[in-house]
């Protein structure tokens, strides 16, 4: 017997009961989430858009409701993607359940604002009730809510929550099965003649036109936005437009601007709502203003902002190091172990050695750092202080046809070009809208992190010490954008000519971040990294394993050998390399040992391939190892990682595992060509290849998704156009650096 | 026997990639991504 | 037209209309900024652009070419 047998207009037996949580961005909505269902949460996609469907289960009872967790919206009129799925899932658009309970969470700092979201829901006709939250921010500024007389007026339950600390989540969870059973509704807004007539007119009109059935909420949606999703099936595009031009005329005649009519009616509803429900002590006290006097002011705050992600850079080094050390040996001894046993069968060995534990575990040594980086991310934008800082940063990214509000995604992906080229959907200029993805992948991405890392952590900081590294790494990441601006600066203003981008962002308060969901969130990232790591890249690193190993002809080897010895008997008696090398462990058969596997490699497919074409790569400085690196991570960047791991490794003794590929690096030295016998890893060399990785577009998942939003040709000019810049930069790097250390050594 | 076993592993990986690769090159499915796993997609819009 | 564009930080003034033939003008209506309103505005960012404008007891950031939609009852309150 379901004691959530709701008599509402939807039966509970068909499908499972559905709670949504809605709200205004900013709220802590998901704060009281993650409190309503634990960690039972699930993270999915809503159909056509790249919205997260955040879903959980609440046990309540001994029922289980679906929570919803909508995305953060001001209002239904759908401008972002984000508030176009709220309308679809609340009007049951696309096969989306309807929800079965609206569960509004609202800020009660900032209660006027909030109730618009409100107003506007009432349309839809769904059972409601109110969540009031951060009370304790409302009662630190010396705001007081009569929530009883509130509930009065709107008809339908309000509960004072504080998400933070778990306060009034019990009573919250009881209201919320007790409006199951018996569902409050909002009262509907009492629209003036002009308005309620242009709907029975728009109606009727729509109907002629063809258009399946339609709702109230999403009539009024197509009265006051004008273009409306919800008209898309209607041919007759200029017949529909002259239509609602007609309403919009009755709307004038009534002395209301059709722009703002709906927002002044609802505000004024709002206001009549809150007649002597809000008591404020005096000017509102916030203690936003004197943070942010320092944070945003001109110098100040520019320098602050700089010196945060100095910062957090900074510590990316200095703190994840033993993490690190910890990933590496776990590494080498798996390898050790499976070298152990797998001993009678060298192929398997070797794909499982060097193939996989040397390619996944050369990636997954960076977890630390990931998941330092997104706890900082997280920690920043629960605080309030992106928001900030895309105030700061929107003129610059104006000029790139991007606004402030890129700055978001980008800094909370530092993670993925997808999301800005995704994000760049909502750009209605098409102009705006190809500059932003054109520009979007030169912004600097996680996966270039470990190429920094590896490189920075083993030829920049021995030498100069952390801070320069530090110093180094937070460059590297501002390469790209400092490369993309000027670009995007040169394509705006003289080839594309677009319009600015707007630009509207609230400026939250400060709040202390809750720390159960930052921890969450840097969990979740670092999940994903793992998945990835362990699906795409071990997939990759087989091929690549493959690809280095075969044909493993013994020809090479015996050759290789007679190479080696008569190399040695240069310098002893061949009695005494032939002793040598009857002990498998002295340092002769060591090096032979490693003398033979990098000539196998180089005998590979691809170190063949690699040698071919490393005469391209020479003038950055390039040898063909690293050539071989360069192009097997065009799918992906971090399996240059891989790869690494497994052309050096393949060279040294499986015996006693991995050999420390800092070490390798450093002690690599060329074996033909013109710098024969100098070192490979230069410091010219290591930014070359740095810089080469920050503006090439190694990443198929981008090269897909530019196809997808533009078109083949853009993808391909924009794939090549990168590839062919990095390639400039990585030789001017090279050839520059190299003056520079001639001149000065 | 073992080439066998490596055949079978070699095999898998492409297999895997080609799948992936044919997802997300030619289906012109809702999901952009399916790609990296570090989108962020509209966290900070979620609170 | 006097409009929110050209106020200084600091400067107050009560909305008369909003530009409706724009996009942003539902965006802006939606978070509060209705005729009748008072309006002040905060601080500029260090390049100029864009300005923080305080309504209601909300601080929305907004780029010059969005505050010029925002019409302004003359004589504000320079508090």
């Known amino acids: 017997m379901n004691p959530l047998r709701t008599r509402g207009p939807v039966e509970a037996e068909k499908h499972s009961i559905q709670v949504a949580l809605v709200g205004n961005p900013n709220t802590g909505k998901s704060t009281i989430f993650n409190r309503l269902t634990g960690l039972r949460q699930r993270i999915a996609n809503y159909p056509g858009v790249t919205v997260d469907r955040k879903s959980g289960r609440m046990k309540v009872a001994e029922c289980e409701i679906e929570v919803v967790d909508l995305p953060g919206a001001y209002s239904l009129t759908a401008i972002s993607h984000d508030e176009r799925v709220v309308m679809d899932v609340l009007g049951g658009r696309r096969n989306m359940q309807r929800p079965d309970l609206l569960v509004f969470v609202l800020d009660a700092t900032n209660l006027k604002r909030n109730l618009f979201l409100v107003s506007q829901a009432a349309e839809l006709g769904l059972p409601t009730l109110i969540a009031l939250n951060q009370m304790d921010a409302a009662h630190h500024n010396g705001i007081r809510i009569d929530s009883a007389r509130l509930s009065r007026r709107l008809g339908v339950p309000v509960i004072e929550t504080v998400g933070s600390s778990g306060r009034g989540l019990a009573e919250l969870k009881g209201a919320i099965v007790e409006a199951l059973e018996s569902p409050c509704f909002l009262p509907r807004i009492a629209w003036p003649a002009c308005i309620s007539n242009g709907c029975v007119m728009l109606r009727d009109g729509i109907c002629t036109l063809g258009c399946a059935e339609i709702s109230d909420a999403e009539i009024l949606r197509v009265l006051f936005d004008r273009e409306s999703v919800y008209t898309e099936q209607v041919q007759e595009k200029t017949q529909l437009r002259e239509l609602i031009l007609e309403v919009h005329k009755g709307i004038r005649s009534s002395g209301l601007s059709p722009g703002s009519a709906e927002a002044v009616l609802h505000y004024r509803h709002i206001e009549a709502l809150l007649e002597g429900v809000i008591e404020s002590s005096g000017p509102i006290a916030r203690s936003r203003e004197s943070i942010d006097r320092i944070l945003l002011h001109r110098v100040w705050g520019t320098l602050i902002f700089l010196g945060v992600m100095y910062a957090i850079f900074q510590s990316l080094y200095t703190w994840s190091g033993p993490a690190m050390d910890l990933v590496e040996t776990g590494t080498g001894w798996a390898q050790s172990v499976a070298s152990g046993l797998l001993a009678g069968a060298p192929v398997l060995q070797s794909l499982v050695c060097n193939g996989i534990l040397a390619g996944v575990g050369g990636v997954l040594v960076f977890l630390p750092q990931i998941l330092l980086l997104f706890f900082f991310i997280s920690l920043l934008e629960d605080s309030g202080y992106v928001a900030r800082a895309a105030f700061l940063m929107d003129k610059l990214f104006s000029w790139c046809g991007l606004n402030g509000k890129s700055f978001v995604p980008l800094l909370s992906g530092y993670a993925c070009a997808i999301p800005g080229v995704m994000a760049a959907r909502t750009i209605e200029d098409p102009k705006a809208r190809l500059t932003t993805i054109l520009m979007t992948p030169f912004m600097s991405c996680s996966a270039r992190l470990p190429v920094y890392i590896l490189l920075i952590g083993t030829f920049v900081e021995p030498v100069y010490g952390p801070y320069v590294a530090g110093a180094t790494l937070f460059v590297m990441h501002f390469v790209g954008a400092a490369v993309a601006l000027p670009l995007a600066w040169v394509l705006n203003r003289f080839i594309l000519r677009i319009k600015p981008l707007p630009f509207i962002l609230e400026m939250p308060d400060y709040r202390l971040p809750v720390l159960r969901n930052v921890v969450h969130r840097m969990w979740e990232r670092g999940r994903e990294f793992v998945i990835r790591a362990g699906t795409v890249i071990l997939a990759i690193s087989i091929i690549v394993w493959a690809l280095l190993y075969f044909p493993h002809q013994e020809s090479v080897a015996t050759q290789a050998e007679a190479e080696f010895v008569q190399a040695q008997s240069k310098q002893r008696p061949a009695v005494e390399i032939e002793e040598a090398l009857k002990d498998p462990d002295s340092a002769i058969s060591q090096s032979l040992f490693n003398h033979v596997g990098a000539a196998y490699i180089e005998q590979s497919f691809l170190g063949r391939f690699g040698k071919t074409v490393q005469p391209v ?74 810089v080469f990785f920050a503006l090439c577009m190694q990443c198929g998942a981008t090269v897909a998704i530019i196809a997808k939003e533009l078109n083949w040709w853009w993808a391909t000019a924009s794939f090549v156009g990168m590839t062919v810049l990095a390639w400039v930069a990585a030789v001017a790097v090279f050839q520059s650096g190299r003056l520079i250390t001639t001149f000065f050594s | 026997m073992e080439i066998f076993v490596v055949g079978l592993v070699i095999g898998a990986a492409l297999i895997y990639l080609g799948r992936r690769a044919y997802k997300k090159y030619f289906r012109k499915s809702g999901d952009g991504c399916g790609g990296c796993g570090t989108c962020p997609s509209s966290r900070a819009s979620q609170e | 037209m006097h409009t929110l564009e050209m106020l200084t ?62 019409g302004l009852h003359p004589g504000g309150d320079p508090s």
Do not use: H
């Open chain 1, 617 to 690: 790569f020479d003038p950055a400085g390039f040898d063909w190892k690293i050539t071989v690196g360069v192009l097997s991570s065009f799918p992906a960047r971090e399996v240059i990682i891989a790869t690494m791991g497994i052309i050096y490794d393949l060279g040294s003794d499986v015996d006693e595992g991995s050999s420390d590929l800092r070490t390798v690096l450093k002690n690599e030295r060329w074996t033909s060509g013109s710098r024969l016998g100098e070192p490979v890893y230069t410091l010219p060399v290591v930014f070359a290849i740095m």
């Open chain 3, 9 to 70: 930080p600091g400067m107050s003034a009560r909305i008369a209309t909003i530009e409706s033939d724009c996009g942003q003008a539902g965006r802006l209506s939606s978070l509060g900024f209705v005729p009748g309103q008072w309006v002040k505005v905060i601080r500029l960012a260090p390049l100029g652009d864009p300005l923080t404008a305080e309504i209601d007891g909300q601080q929305i950031s907004l780029r010059r070419s969005e505050a010029r939609l925002i």
